[in-house]
């Protein structure tokens, strides 16, 4: 920077500085010190209730409940209140509450009265106190706030498959502003509303919009200045009249040489837009929004462009919650997402089913990822006036709320909303409900344009092409979005890629975006063999990447966004972790995955290169003649190919398919180092691994490798490494002499599923072992173990995975039904372990109850050589067993 520029700036700053000295605003949050109460009670009884507790903001009360081996959690009232002090300097001002997010619907009383309400979970809101407070005493302002997240069917939204955390969940603030000031009533938005109706790379046109409070009359300057990093490049003040006029409009007509926002460069300009009073030059109000110039557009055959250039969208969707934490995630945690998503190599980001923190939407500013966002109507819509009006109320609050964000493109609504249409009985009726969403959603668009022209609109929709055809739905919005989980759900891998083709050729002029595609990866499931709906990682790496290929291949793909970027809370899934969801590329608690891996290997430009454990560091399994374990590894990297070192000894270098490379790792009993390598010349890059591997012994005898423990998933062909001990299990085997394994029976299947080919889907209560509850073999007949003597633990673990009532079928269940009453049949049976009864008359009449775990430890002293040989002995039905572990005292 020249001398003369830098006294320039230096001069700007004092100036500025002094500009906003005596402005009349005063703003802060009061998360801290709530009390709270939950019981739906009324006003003011709640106060003389006794079981207050102390709460900080954020809050919710669902952060235990939702995982508990109890079905649902509450959904009701919660009430907060805390004292304020709300000082004299105050007296001439506007007094605000600004509520950041409440789940679902909020009372606000102040000092005994009402001060107001807002409807809906996802979206910010203010409340005006003024007319409430006590001006000057010590806290002598009591504040109280009604939370309430019950099901309430003209709220949005009505099912979904996310839990509806309740609270006070997001920052709350107090605000003390000018009589004259910003409009800040409406929406929700901050009365300063910014567009770039042109922009090139010589030259961009910026125009500030806005609205003064009515109130007094005054003439006012309104002044906005376009900052880059400190320097004021340009500034226009309009003058006002207010009470005549109070909506300014201020055209910059002539940017010069504008520095573009795109993905890889976000260049954040700041537009600083004042109040001043004409008369006494006091600044009245002052607030500063972010400013990016870029332009973008969709086109049918050729996907996206950013400023000109083609740019293949690829992200994730988003959800706000956290392990233990439901949504009260500090700012921290939602900016790391983002960034994390960043460090994924993408570059979009759907902000799904809901609006979030308002911190999420600066970080894609500041980071350079694009997004969409929208409202929370999902699944299915009341034909109500109050439903849509509730709907059109808070799309406008997403779009005022949001507006100013160069990062968003996109405006979305009505997730899946014909995935479970009522009716089905009825089809005339169900008719008339698909034209009352068509009408619904053409309000919201007309809306949606009005409100916005500079922006896409969208409407996400299942996998039912036909239907959402014929109801309108794929015409009505500029963009479409499809959520597809061919090989998932039910089709298999190539009909995505067909899909894609079937919706270019019939509806050639339309953009087409992949809203969602996932498999579900349960990072403590492993497979050698992946199938569809085994949860294993290995299969979702097999699922993205035969999605990633089919959009990249296609130019008119515009976006592939992965469903999810995180597992979520979604409280009536059972799976193999009840009430998660976890097609995340990562956990819950935010730790990679393999797909995440896989994304960074295709996406990111720098050099990349990591061995692919999820997080394990402990692998397991039978060992060979030479007491190893063979067992399959994925490298990920964007390097053509790949070198692995196992324990000092080189394997045969193997290529990259896109981004994955496999080998077959020789693993010895105890610790492993893996050391992987890549690149030529310029670029070297290496990865290091130390991992543990605990190897059975094919011969139980073996004088090489003694036996030492064995945990076994009866019924299954997965690896399941239990995160809270440490233990491996390992796939079960058919019995083979001096070895050990079951005999007889069956794989326990699900009769009227087509999607999994093993085990149940119902969670299991009383343990944390759910994967390995919910596989079984039935009318199996014996389990041996041809161990050599000694003392040993045994463990049988069972669960009747049948059910005496009707499963209840789940929104997402898509043509599926759960275990299912009609193949219940009773059973008892006999446990015999070495000839001597063990466990006798095991059945559904004392304690093998539907969905619980039960175990059994026997203490074991084989002598002479004879093994353990346990026999199951059915007396009514069929027997069945789930899991079995064997320990070596000594
Ligand atoms: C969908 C929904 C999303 C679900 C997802 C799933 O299509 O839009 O809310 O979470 O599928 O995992 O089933």
Request: glycine share 8%; charged share 20%; proline share 4%.
């Amino acid at each position: 920077m020249n001398n003369k520029k830098r006294w320039f700036t230096i001069l700007l700053s004092v100036l500025f500085a002094f500009s906003t000295f005596g402005q009349e605003k005063t703003t802060f949050s009061i998360n801290s010190n709530w009390d709270f109460f939950k019981g739906n009670v009324t006003y003011p009884e709640v106060l003389n209730q006794k079981n207050w507790e102390k709460v900080q903001i954020p809050h919710s009360w669902n952060k235990t409940d939702v995982n508990d081996d109890t079905p649902g959690y509450y959904r009701g009232a919660g009430w907060y209140t805390k004292t304020v002090n709300i000082p004299k300097t105050w007296e001439n001002r506007d007094v605000y509450l600004l509520f950041e997010g409440a789940n679902q619907t909020t009372e606000v009383f102040v000092n005994g009265k009402k001060a107001g309400s807002h409807i809906g979970g996802y979206t910010a809101f203010t409340i005006n106190i003024t007319p409430f407070v006590k001006f000057g005493d010590e806290k002598s302002n009591e504040i109280t706030v009604k939370v309430d997240n019950s099901y309430q069917a003209d709220i949005p939204p009505l099912t979904a498959d996310f839990t509806f955390f309740g609270g006070l969940y997001r920052d709350v603030f107090i605000s003390a502003v000018a009589k004259t000031h910003f409009e800040i009533d409406q929406y929700g938005g901050k009365g300063v509303f910014i567009t770039t109706p042109l922009v090139t790379n010589d030259k961009a046109t910026v125009k500030i919009k806005g609205t003064i409070s009515k109130g007094t009359e005054q003439e006012v300057i309104v002044t906005a200045t376009i900052v880059d990093q400190n320097t004021k490049i340009a500034k226009q003040q309009q003058k006002l009249k207010l009470n005549t006029n109070n909506v300014f409009e201020i055209d910059f007509q002539d940017i010069k040489n504008p520095k573009l926002w795109s993905t890889d460069t976000p260049n954040l300009y700041q537009v600083i837009t004042t109040i001043t009073d004409k008369k006494t030059g006091k600044i009245l109000d002052e607030i500063s929004n972010s400013l990016g110039f870029r332009w973008f557009n969709f086109d049918a055959d050729n996907g996206f462009f950013l400023n000109g250039k083609s740019l293949k969208l690829i992200g994730a969707s988003r959800h706000q919650d956290f392990k233990g934490m439901a949504n009260t995630v500090s700012n921290e945690i939602a900016i790391n997402d983002v960034h994390l998503l960043k460090k994924m190599g993408g570059n979009f980001l759907r902000v799904a089913h809901y609006p979030q923190d308002p911190v999420v939407l600066e970080a894609c500013d500041r980071l350079g990822i694009l997004a969409s966002v929208e409202i929370p109507i999902v699944n299915a819509i009341t034909e109500s006036e109050a439903f849509s009006e509730n709907c059109k109320y808070m799309q406008r609050e997403m779009i005022r709320q949001n507006f100013n964000h160069p990062s968003v493109i996109i405006w979305a609504y009505m997730n899946e909303i014909l995935l479970r249409p009522p009716f089905g009985n009825d089809k005339d009726r169900r008719e008339i409900y698909f034209k009352s969403v068509a009408k619904l959603a053409q309000e919201i668009e007309d809306i949606t344009r009005s409100e916005d022209p500079t922006r896409y609109t969208m409407i996400p929709n299942h996998g039912s092409f036909e239907l959402y055809n014929r109801v309108g739905l794929t015409k009505i919005p500029m963009l479409v979005g499809w959520n597809l989980y061919q090989g998932w759900y039910g089709g298999k891998l190539d009909g995505f890629a067909a899909y894609l083709d079937m919706h270019h050729k019939e509806l050639p002029n339309k953009p087409l975006l992949i809203t969602e595609y996932g498999a579900d990866a349960d990072i403590r499931l492993h497979s050698n063999n992946p199938i569809r709906f085994d949860k294993s990682v290995e299969y979702a790496i097999d699922y993205h990447q035969v999605y990633l290929k089919a959009m990249l291949d296609r130019p008119f793909v515009a976006a592939g966004i992965a469903w999810n970027l995180a597992d979520f809370s979604s409280e009536e899934r059972a799976e193999t972790d009840p009430s998660i969801n976890n097609k995340g590329l990562l956990t819950i608690d935010r730790k990679p995955k393999d797909s995440y891996l896989f994304y960074q290997a295709n996406l990111l430009t720098k050099p990349f290169l990591k061995i692919g454990l999820s997080g394990r560091n402990i692998v397991g399994g039978v060992a060979n003649a030479n007491d190893i374990l063979e067992q399959q590894l994925k490298v990920y990297s964007n390097q053509k190919s790949i070198s692995l070192t196992v324990n000092g000894k080189k394997l045969d270098m193997q290529s990259t398919v896109m981004g994955c490379a496999n080998f077959n790792v020789p693993f010895k009993q105890g610790e492993n180092t893996l050391i992987a390598t890549a690149g030529d010349g310029d670029v070297f890059i290496q990865d290091q691994l130390s991992i543990t591997a605990n190897l059975v012994p094919e011969q139980l005898a073996s004088k090489t490798l003694p036996f030492d423990e064995i945990n076994v998933s009866v019924g299954d062909n997965r690896y399941f490494l239990s995160e809270e001990d440490k233990q491996l299990w390992l796939p079960d085997q058919e019995y083979k002499v001096g070895s050990w394994g079951y005999i007889g029976g069956k794989v326990f299947q699900l009769a009227d599923t087509a999607r999994q080919s093993f085990g149940s889907n119902i969670a299991i209560s009383g343990t944390l072992l759910d994967p390995v509850y919910q596989t079984q073999r039935v009318g199996i007949t014996g389990y041996n173990f041809d161990v050599p003597d000694g003392k040993y633990n045994l463990t049988l673990h069972f669960a009747e995975l049948l059910s005496t009532e009707e499963q209840k079928t789940l929104a997402y269940n898509l043509s599926d039904k759960t275990a299912n009453k009609d193949q219940f049949a009773e059973r008892l049976f006999d446990v015999i372990i070495n000839g001597k009864p063990a466990i006798e008359r095991l059945g559904n009449k004392n304690e093998l109850k539907s969905g619980q775990a039960i175990s059994y430890t026997i203490p074991i002293i084989v002598t002479n050589q004879s093994g353990i040989k346990i026999n199951f002995t059915p007396i009514l039905g069929e027997t069945i067993l789930n899991g079995i572990q064997l320990k070596k005292c000594y």
